[in-house]
């Protein structure tokens, strides 16, 4: 079936998303976010299926043309050629091997994955050229590919990030429909590390009045601490234009009574520093009482630079 944007076919996988493949011209992104450790990103997909009602990633559909709701899950973009685009990529003179973020604006093991293997694909280049990167997901369908990342991880710096955002399995079918279970994650994390495979968590985001007590907060470093996770990042939620309508629609269905306190905090795209404050001292405590890692600690770092001069890259 062809499409005005110039897709060669779409496949109706589900009955709810269907799947275009397109020929991309370049895989590598960059960006300039001063507080990230990374420069490069990567997205095997566009559009994601998991559904989550607090996505960033939203928005990235509207350069298409599309809406950033519901076409965004149902119209998923496959990078057929994403493999030698990369390959292609890594092999300029001028490429330094940079750290490298998979999945920035979607989830590179959504459902589309068990069928295209694309980011599949995409490891075994960076094991080729031996380039760091970190890889974020929420799907343990990451574990067919443990053996790929074993050997990047002895080769070259890697960290693999899973998001966790909440204990409660109920709550987590809201926020999240169409990922899998908290339950999951955990094995995957504790798999993952078993394996000698870097592994942390997003706890992203934190939503206000759903998961920010501080049992809650607990209950996530518990459980990523029980699991194995090396580090944990947390951030609180933030609604910018695109994503404040989808989430304003998750509270009217699900939490109506919230409404008027999620208007109050977030009068802009961000909560203020009062409440922000309040919660990362909450998390930092629990953190601590867990045992958990920095991250600072696990992101690409000048002894791992020393050590690509060291290798003449």
């Known amino acids: 079936m062809s499409s005005e944007w110039g897709k060669e ?8 998303a269907s799947y275009q493949t397109i020929t991309c011209k370049t895989l590598l992104h960059k960006i300039n976010v001063r507080f990230l450790p990374f420069r490069w990103t990567i997205n095997p997909y566009r559009g994601c299926e998991h559904s ?5 990633g939203c928005y ?3 350069y ?28 300029r003179y001028w490429w330094r091997k940079p750290l490298v973020y998979v999945g920035s604006v ?33 799907s343990n369908l990451i574990l067919r590919d443990t053996d790929i990342l074993e050997n990047i991880a002895r080769r070259t710096f890697l960290n693999v990030i899973i998001t966790i955002t909440t204990t409660d399995e109920e709550l987590r079918k809201k926020i999240e429909p169409k990922s899998p279970s908290t339950g999951d994650r955990l094995d995957t994390i504790h798999k993952l590390s078993m ?62 009574y919230l409404i008027e ?9 961000y909560a203020p520093k009062s409440y922000t404050n309040r919660i990362y001292k ?26 690509l001069s060291v290798h003449g890259c």
């Open 64 to 91: 298409l043309g599309l809406n950033s709701d519901k076409d965004f899950e149902q119209i998923i973009m496959v990078k057929k050629n994403a493999r030698d685009v990369l390959d292609a990529e890594f092999s």
């Open 106 to 138: 979607t989830d590179p093991y959504q459902p589309a994955e068990n069928i295209y293997e694309i980011t599949r694909d995409i490891l075994e280049i960076f094991l080729k050229y031996e380039n760091p990167l970190i890889i974020g997901t929420k």
């Open 9 to 16: 076919m779409t496949y109706p996988l589900s009955t709810k």
């Open 52 to 56: 989550c009602v607090y996505c960033y």
């Open 261 to 269: 306190k999620y208007q109050e905090l977030f009068s802009g795209a």
């Open 282 to 307: 909450l998390a930092s405590h629990a953190q601590k009482l867990y045992g958990m890692g920095d991250f600072r600690k696990y992101k690409n770092n000048k002894y791992y630079q020393t050590k």
């Open 195 to 256: 394996a000698k495979v870097p592994v942390g968590v997003l706890f992203v985001p934190i939503l206000p009045y759903l998961t920010d007590d501080e049992q809650a907060i607990n209950d996530v470093m518990g459980s990523i601490a029980e699991a194995g996770a090396d580090f944990v990042i947390s951030s609180v939620l933030n609604l910018k234009k695109s994503c404040k309508e989808r989430y304003f629609a998750f509270l009217k269905k699900e939490f109506p």
């Open 60 to 62: 990235s559909h509207e």
